[in-house]
T-cell receptor, first 112, second 114 residues
Framework: SQTIHQWPATLVQPVGSPLSLECTVE??????LYWYRQAAGRGLQLLFY??????ISSEVPQNLSASRPQDRQFILSSKKLLLSDSGFYLC???????????FGPGTRLTVL | AQTVTQSQPEMSVQEAETVTLSCTYD???????LFWYKQPPSRQMILVIR??????QNATENRFSVNFQKAAKSFSLKISDSQLGDTAMYFC???????????FGTGTRLQVFP
C-alpha cells in the first residue's frame, strides 16, 4: 500500500531564514505530487504540483519554490522566510491520471 | 472560476444521531469530481467520500453518504450513527475533470457530543 511522509512535523524559524520541507511517497511510481498551504481556520490553497522529475507548476506567486529531485520526493523551499509564510503545509499525491489526492500528515511552520 | 461554499462554519450532533453538512459549488463544467475530506485534530486530511459528476447514484461509504444534486450544484454529506471519532473539520472539494487542481471550501467544524 502507498504511504506518504512529511518532515519535519513542526518547525519554528526566524524571519529571513531558509526553509526546506520534504515529502516522500512509498509504494507507487511516477505519482503526481502537490504542495498545499492551510492558513489558520481556512481551507487549503494549492501552491505547487508536479507530474514528473524536474517538472514543477506554480499556482500562486510567492516567496516559496518547489523541486522534485527524485520520482517520489517533493521539496518545498524558501531562501528567506516571511511572517506570512506561517501555516500548515500539506503534501499530497495521486496516481498519474488519477482523480483522487491523498494527503500526508503535514508540517506546522511558525515564522517568528 | 470554480468556487466551493460551505455555509455552516460549525455543527454539533449527539452521538448515534445523524447530521448533514452542506456544500454548494459553482462551475460551468459538466465533467468533474466532488470530494469530502475530514481533518481531525491531528490535521491530516483524510478522504471520506468521492462522487463523479456523471454518476447519478449517490456515493456511500459505510456511515457516510452524499446527496448529490447536479442541477442545484449541491453536494451534502450525511453522517449516520455519529461517533465521537467523527469530531473534525470537514472540507468539501471540487476538481474539474482532467485537471489536478482541488478547490476547497472553507470547512465545517463538526463536534460530536456523548
Amino acid at each position: 500500500s502507498q504511504t506518504i511522509h512529511q518532515w519535519p512535523a513542526t518547525l519554528v524559524q526566524p524571519v529571513g531564514s531558509p526553509l526546506s520541507l520534504e515529502c516522500t511517497v512509498e509504494g507507487t511510481s511516477n505519482p503526481n505530487l502537490y504542495w498545499y498551504r492551510q492558513a489558520a481556520g481556512r481551507g487549503l490553497q494549492l501552491l505547487f504540483y508536479s507530474v514528473g522529475i524536474g517538472q514543477i507548476s506554480s499556482e500562486v506567486p510567492q516567496n516559496l519554490s518547489a523541486s522534485r529531485p527524485q520520482d517520489r520526493q517533493f521539496i518545498l523551499s524558501s531562501k528567506k522566510l516571511l511572517l506570512s509564510d506561517s501555516g500548515f503545509y500539506l503534501c499530497a499525491w495521486s496516481d498519474v491520471g488519477g482523480d483522487t489526492q491523498y494527503f500526508g500528515p503535514g508540517t506546522r511552520l511558525t515564522v517568528l | 472560476a470554480q468556487t466551493v461554499t460551505q455555509s455552516q462554519p460549525e455543527m454539533s450532533v449527539q452521538e448515534a444521531e445523524t447530521v448533514t453538512l452542506s456544500c454548494t459549488y459553482d462551475t460551468s463544467e459538466s465533467n468533474y469530481y466532488l470530494f469530502w475530506y475530514k481533518q481531525p485534530p491531528s490535521r491530516q486530511m483524510i478522504l471520506v467520500i468521492r462522487q463523479e459528476a456523471y454518476k447519478q447514484q449517490n456515493a456511500t461509504e459505510n456511515r457516510f453518504s452524499v446527496n448529490f444534486q447536479k442541477a442545484a450544484k449541491s453536494f451534502s454529506l450525511k453522517i449516520s450513527d455519529s461517533q465521537l471519532g467523527d469530531t473534525a473539520m470537514y472540507f468539501c472539494a471540487f476538481m474539474k475533470h482532467h485537471t489536478d487542481k482541488l478547490i476547497f471550501g472553507t470547512g465545517t467544524r463538526l463536534q460530536v457530543f456523548p
